[in-house]
């Protein structure tokens, strides 16, 4: 299979093209060159921002195109129309935020989605900038475009800060406030399943709309972070804390305590999605303990700092509020 991959330097770019490369699949990425492809990946240089930055497409055949974009959806909507008749499949790694919120708890890929357009351009919502990547794709390949609808994507290269942020603070022990309830269910992705799952799909040529995250209720923030203690060997004490008092003292779920969303409208949001489709097209899903334990080996191989997108804000509740609301 001849691979091309719009992006691949950074996190999960970078393991579909590990993934593809160890499957044997001649993979060809285009991205700005700020980073280096792995190794076996022919690199070409472009910028899909700037005028011309697509010229070193304009000629060649791919079997598949994987692209991760997330700003404005003209990016994608160019690059479709140049490659269009020159590959075989486009898969588009999109996200579940495309879906009008609020959404019911269970709800496919039938579900209402945002307005958008595939000619917004400058800085688009992040939501609409996914939802008129789809439309692009959609106008140029049709049935041949997937449109991977994936949530929060975890595991090695991370490069916003969410998993990273709890086993460096789970590592330094003591006290931890864990926000409850212990088995509130989760719903995320393992990058590598996802990547996995994606040159699947475009080997078989899968098409549509198609939520990629594990099950609802795959594992618990109880889970996660129990798993977090065990594989950092600290002597951490989690200690639980009602969601309404973590809410009440100010405190941001998602950022500030990353994964975490408190029962209610925005769990069933982003923690409740049915993935039947993608079941039944093969995604399979590891233990989470699986998932955490890699993902500190990683972060310990490069000195324990995970990198940062430009884009995405850092996370992590700040030590003193933390103690604070302890004490409280």
């Known amino acids: 299979m001849r691979l091309l991959l719009l992006g691949g330097t950074n996190f999960v770019g970078r393991v579909v093209a590990e993934e593809a490369l160890s499957r044997g699949w001649e993979v060809t990425a285009l991205n700005r060159g700020t980073q280096p492809a792995p190794a076996g990946v022919t690199a070409l240089l472009g910028d899909r921002t700037a005028e011309g930055g697509l010229a070193t497409l304009a000629t060649g055949e791919w079997d598949a195109v994987v692209d991760t974009w997330s700003g404005a959806p003209t990016a994608v909507r160019d690059s479709a129309r140049l490659l269009a008749g020159r590959v075989g499949h486009y898969g588009y790694v999109s996200s579940r935020s ?17 307005g958008s357009s595939p000619d917004a351009e400058g800085e688009v919502p992040y939501a609409e900038a996914k939802r008129g990547a789809e439309l692009a794709l959609e106008a140029e390949f049709g049935g041949r475009a997937l449109l991977a609808r994936a949530g929060l994507i975890l595991g090695p290269h991370e490069n916003i800060g969410r998993l990273p942020w709890w086993l460096n603070r789970i590592a330094r022990g003591g006290p931890v406030l864990a926000p409850g309830p212990y088995d509130l ?7 590598r399943d996802l990547a996995s799952w994606l040159l699947d799909a475009a080997a078989a040529r899968l098409g549509g709309a198609c939520n990629v995250v594990s099950p609802a209720g795959h594992t618990t923030m109880g889970e996660l972070l129990e798993a977090c203690v065990r594989v950092t060997g600290s002597d951490a004490d989690l200690r ?7 809410l009440a003292a100010g405190v941001e779920p998602w950022t500030e305590l990353p994964i975490w969303l408190a029962p209610g409208e925005l769990n069933d949001f982003l923690h409740g999605a049915s993935v039947d489709r993608a079941v039944a097209a093969g995604l399979r899903c590891r233990p989470v303990g699986e998932t955490v334990e890699d993902t500190w080996t990683w972060l310990r191989s490069i000195g324990g700092v995970a990198p940062q997108r430009a884009d995405r804000p850092k996370v992590g509740l700040d030590p003193e509020r933390e103690a604070e609301l302890l004490r409280g």
């Open 98 to 114: 495309v879906y009008d919120y609020p959404l019911a708890r269970g709800a496919d890929e039938s579900a209402k989605v945002v």
């Open 185 to 191: 269910p989760l719903q995320y992705i393992d990058v």
């Open 240 to 246: 639980w804390t009602d969601p309404e008092r973590i």
